[in-house]
């Protein structure tokens, strides 16, 4: 199978790649960012904004059988325009491309923080809730939106399989994505009173994962989670860092000080609150399970993250 991974550079892009050409398939990726070396394993990368002209003669060219969408934004240190446009436009080229030039499936790689995180909201979400994280965490609207983009796809091109992954936080030795970063420091502040339960999954799980359910073929949306969901407090002991409790209104103020994650105000709700996903459908119509468990997951992450 002939697969195009725009976002083919990002850590867990990179996984997937080496998974899918371990596995006999035909690899070529587009990226802004470079991966050095990736001739030298056989996959062909475009060092290319997946919005411009030169990404669309990628698809032309290589005329790929299956994608798989990575080229979003995630970081949320700062408001972006630019990372609006590359969520938002750069997901809408990509279905189009893949439409135009004959692709027969796509596949979305989005984030359980889709749901969002509120006193009130359920515990454990399906596929079919809204995204709350709209109204709770504003910053993350353009990723929502791009979420919900990929959806009408399934309507849109009905001769397309179009997937849209949601997966949960990633840990391990990539040191890679947003609960990495929230954890790299000796402190990590929590809001005094509230110890949240976090989902997080192996890196090599969620490359294993998103091959997983590209080579079945399937369409719809499926929830993408690890081990069972640990209190952020273990989270941090067993990562060997020290929680810091801290009173919401100064926390707010002491966010990116004093050896701090900077973090926009939006995110003080996901340390306030849970955002569990339910993935029962997919380990049972994927007949899918983690390798790795809590444990091996935060032992592989505090080896490539010593204090």
């Known amino acids: 199978m002939r697969v195009l991974i725009p976002g083919i550079a990002g850590s867990i892009g990179r996984l997937v790649a080496m998974r899918l050409k371990q596995g006999g398939h035909e690899i070529a990726g587009v990226d802004r960012r470079p991966w050095h070396g990736a001739a030298e394993l056989g996959i062909e990368v ?9 990404a669309e003669e990628v698809f032309r060219r290589f005329r790929p059988d299956a994608v798989v969408h990575m080229a979003t934004v995630t970081h949320l240190t700062a408001r972006s325009e630019d990372r609006y446009r590359i969520n938002l436009y750069g997901t809408r080229a990509v279905f189009e491309h893949c439409h135009t030039y004959g692709a027969k499936r796509c596949l979305f790689v989005g984030r359980h923080t889709y749901y969002g995180a509120a006193a009130d ?5 399906p ?10 965490f504003p910053e993350l609207g353009d990723l929502v939106a791009a979420d919900l983009y990929a959806g009408t796809a399934l309507w849109r091109y009905p001769a397309m399989d179009t997937l849209v992954l949601r997966l949960c936080y990633t840990l391990g030795p990539t040191l890679s994505g947003t609960l990495a970063s929230f954890l790299r420091g000796k402190y990590v502040p929590m809001v005094l009173g509230f110890d949240p339960l976090f989902q997080f999954m192996h890196d090599h799980d969620a490359a294993r994962a998103i091959v997983t359910a590209l080579e079945r073929g399937e369409r719809g949306v499926w929830n993408v989670a690890g081990p069972p969901p640990m209190p952020l407090s273990t989270i941090v002991r067993r990562a060997g860092r020290t929680a810091l409790p801290v009173a919401e209104p100064l926390l707010r103020f002491a966010m990116g000080r004093f050896g701090l994650p900077k973090l926009p105000r939006g995110a003080v709700t996901h340390i306030k609150f849970p955002v569990v996903i339910d993935d029962a459908r997919f380990r049972a119509q994927a007949a899918w399970a983690p390798e790795h468990d809590a444990e091996a997951t935060l032992d592989a992450f505090r080896r490539a993250a010593p204090l």
Request: charge should be negative.
């Open 127 to 136: 596929e079919e809730d809204p995204p709350m994280a709209v109204s709770t």
């Open 121 to 125: 909201t359920p515990l454990y979400h």
């Open 46 to 54: 475009h060092e290319v904004d997946i919005r411009k002209r030169a």
